[in-house]
């Protein structure tokens, strides 16, 4: 495991979200597309591939921890503006989403 | 807010923690040294300024985020091996411990 130092952890903003909205991605078999308020004026837009795991209504409103500041990627022809983090477990093909263990508004970082 | 690419965030290793063992650090105010599971064969110690936020007995057995790879720092003479990660919003004096809103192993990465 390599050591990262104090600098590369400070590059990295998280903050905590709230799943506005859910939509399936069309044609796709794991995607979703969320829109998640981060504390700023409009929502961000989220492809995860978390349809195997949790069911729509599961993700509405829910509170979850995002990696803020990675570069957009496209998934299926859609923009990603972040990623949501899961505590992921491949061999038991188990995916738990990170979360606050008290209620706290969107947009706080994570320090 | 700068950009960080995949690499970067790949860099950073993150695990759920599992907290065994709570002390007071003496002579500070704000100090627990905490012992984490994190899946390997021994605990890692913690070092945390939780004191403020929460009481020793709401931490015993919590399952927590740490960042597992930062560079070891001290602290009142005390060795941290890790970071525990918090929601924390500075103008309000509120922190809040991130954690999995389904319970799994200690030593889960997170992705």
Do not use: H
Request: glycine share 4%; net charge negative.
């Amino acid at each position: 495991m390599d050591t990262i130092s104090f600098d590369e952890w400070k590059k990295i903003e998280m903050k905590v979200g709230k799943i506005m909205k859910v939509e399936r991605v069309p044609d796709t078999d794991k995607l979703y597309k969320l829109q998640v308020d981060i504390g700023v004026a409009e929502p961000i837009q989220i492809v995860t591939s978390l349809v195997p795991y949790y069911k729509e209504e599961e993700l509405q409103d829910r509170k979850i921890v995002v990696l803020v500041n990675l570069e957009p990627a496209k998934f299926a022809g859609e923009t990603s503006e972040g990623m949501l983090l899961c505590a992921e477990n491949e061999d038991e093909d188990k995916c738990v989403l990170l979360s606050v263990e008290k209620d706290i508004e969107p947009g706080t970082p994570i320090t």
